[in-house]
């Protein structure tokens, strides 16, 4: 299979591209869910 | 959400399944063979893109006419994940040029015009970056971004007009030029993917839109209560 | 008011506050004059590459004189804070943008006038008989650089690094614009000028769409 180093690797790009944005968006909505929570406790508290 | 879980499962065997589909359904092509499979990825690429900046623009007119944050907050995403998807197809059609033309990159006008659609809402972004009072960046940003929008068919135009006057690297005579049924199908799968993909990305980013403003809110609300005397204050203190 | 009217009296007043010092037309004529230099030494072009390269190096001159000129369009007022002045006056926002496009419009054009002769002579080629033309083409190309550039003044005026995003913003926006100038430009150097359609028609085109644009979104531009 000629030039399929470069097919897969396009492939895995997409993947990539895709993936490591989402994993970062979902990252930061789980950081700002924790703050979210802790703060609102700190306001049920207060 | 409940229903999250069950539909990014659905989407990624969806992904899973068109790629396999690009990679062993369709049929081979004549001249280039293997290496025009990317074609599936490339073109869903752009109608993820396309998708996402569309929608960017409604926001964009939405925020003007109603000012409600959320249509604020779906344009930011809409454009981020736009870029995303554009990056992604300036990948694939590098990863495409080198094995079929023999260079890396032509200034052909497909290729040209993504890359300034790049340009343009990766601006977008930096200069939402710059502006702090919140409701003067979603409404700059927002004329901004219908001001881009306006330009993507220009430019779009424009190097159509211009590169085909110049000789370039043919592909393969334009992708609707009689293509095997086959490979319609695939391509239509794979877009459709793509699509979903995008759409679940862009409702999460969404979401942490959301999520931010809520914070604020909260930091706001915890600033304003701690700043007011009262049994706030012994109870910090008795802690 | 009238927004013709209004338009003209604030063009008349932008055009009197430049013409005192007029410091932002002579370092815009110098400034695109370093660029045609620069590129001599650059890429040493012989005549025919001239021919070939000139529209080309002509438009991007213009273009990174003219994102620079732009910025004090509206950064002038900011500094001055005299826009919520000019906001209060009972005119609309769109006779204050384009006032402001005119003014914008007429300082490039001037500076157009001087650096056109001046690369002819560096690059040795030939205006008999295509000036008039040329004026159409230049004149087209300067509008359509003069009323986004404007507009994204207003937008990176409340901004930092402003002086760095004004081009940052303009010039992807203006590519089509640039291809259709040079394109056009180019025709007119050849070897038999002619004025090409396709290429002005495009030129207009953008004009309209974004003075369109400029005109429906004036109001978001200049608030509070």
Same mark, same amino acid.
């Given at each position: ?25 979902? /990252?930061?909505?789980?950081?700002? #869910? ?5 703060? %609102? ?6 | ?5 069950? *539909? ?55 925020? &003007? ?24 197809? &300036? ?45 003067? +960046?979603?409404?700059? /940003? ?7 929008? !306006? ?35 695939? =391509? ?6 793509? @699509? ?5 990305? !862009?409702?999460?980013?969404? #979401?942490?839109?959301?999520? #931010? ?11 304003? +209560? ?14 | ?11 008349? %007043?932008?055009? #009197?506050?430049?013409? +005192?010092?007029?410091? !932002? ?25 001239? +021919? $070939? ?73 030939? !205006?008999?008989?295509?000036?008039? $033309? ?20 207003? *937008? ?9 995003? =004004?081009?940052? @913003? @303009? ?15 180019? /025709? ?8 090409? $359609? ?27």
């Amino acid at each position: 299979m000629r030039n399929f180093h470069f097919l897969f690797a396009a492939w895995m790009a997409v993947w990539a591209v895709f993936f490591v944005y989402e994993l970062s968006v979902a /990252s930061r909505v789980s950081q700002l #869910r924790d703050e979210i929570e802790r703060l %609102k406790q700190q306001l049920r508290e207060g | 959400m409940k229903t999250r879980a069950p *539909i990014t499962i659905l989407v990624a065997a969806v992904m899973f399944f068109a790629g396999y589909a690009a990679l062993f359904i369709a049929p081979d092509e004549r001249t280039m063979h293997e290496i025009q499979r990317i074609f599936y990825f490339h073109l869903g690429s752009w109608t993820a893109m396309f998708a996402a900046l569309t929608v960017a623009f409604v926001a964009n007119v939405a925020w &003007l006419l109603t000012r409600q944050p959320r249509w604020d907050w779906l344009g930011v995403s809409a454009v981020e994940v736009g870029v995303v998807a554009c990056t992604s197809g &300036l990948i694939t059609g590098v990863l495409w040029g080198k094995p079929a033309w023999g260079i890396w990159w032509t200034w052909d006008a497909r290729l040209t015009t993504c890359f300034i659609l790049w340009l343009l809402y990766v601006s977008y972004l930096i200069l939402r970056g710059l502006i702090e009072e919140p409701q003067r +960046r979603a409404t700059l /940003s927002a004329v901004f971004g219908i001001f881009a929008f !306006l330009d993507a068919p220009l430019v779009y135009a424009s190097n159509r007009l211009w590169r085909t006057q110049h000789p370039a690297p043919v592909i393969f005579g334009g992708p609707n030029s009689g293509l095997d049924p086959t490979m319609v199908k695939v =391509l239509l799968f794979c877009m459709t993917a793509t @699509l979903a993909l995008m759409l679940v990305i !862009l409702v999460d980013r969404y #979401r942490l839109e959301q999520m #931010r403003h809520e914070l604020d809110e909260l930091r706001v609300a915890a600033e304003t +209560r701690s700043a007011s005397p009262g049994p706030a204050l012994t109870a910090a203190t008795r802690n | 008011m009238s927004t013709a009217r209004a338009a003209a009296i604030l063009l008349a %007043k932008e055009l #009197r506050l430049e013409f +005192r010092t007029r410091e !932002l037309l002579n370092a815009t004529i110098v400034f695109a004059l370093v660029v045609v230099v620069l590129f001599s030494f650059s890429f040493d072009p012989t005549s025919a590459e001239s +021919r $070939r390269l000139g529209p080309g190096l002509l438009w991007i001159a213009f273009l990174f004189a003219g994102s620079l000129m732009l910025h004090p369009s509206f950064g002038r007022e900011q500094a001055n804070q005299t826009l919520d002045a000019l906001r209060m006056a009972p005119i609309s926002p769109f006779a204050l943008l384009l006032g402001k496009m005119l003014a914008n419009f007429l300082f490039l054009s001037a500076a157009e006038l001087i650096l056109v002769p001046v690369f002819a002579v560096l690059y040795n080629v030939s !205006l008999s008989g295509v000036v008039g $033309r040329l004026a159409i083409v230049l004149a087209l190309g300067t509008a359509g650089l003069c009323i986004t550039g404007t507009v994204f003044s207003a *937008i990176a005026a409340h901004a930092r690094m402003r002086e760095l995003l =004004l081009p940052l @913003l @303009l010039l992807p926006i203006l590519a089509p614009l640039l291809i259709a100038a040079v394109e056009a430009t180019a /025709s007119l150097f050849a070897e038999r000028p002619a004025l090409d $359609r396709t290429w002005l028609a495009f030129l207009g085109g953008f004009d309209i769409v974004f003075l369109t644009a400029s005109w429906l979104l004036s109001d978001f531009l200049l608030e509070e």
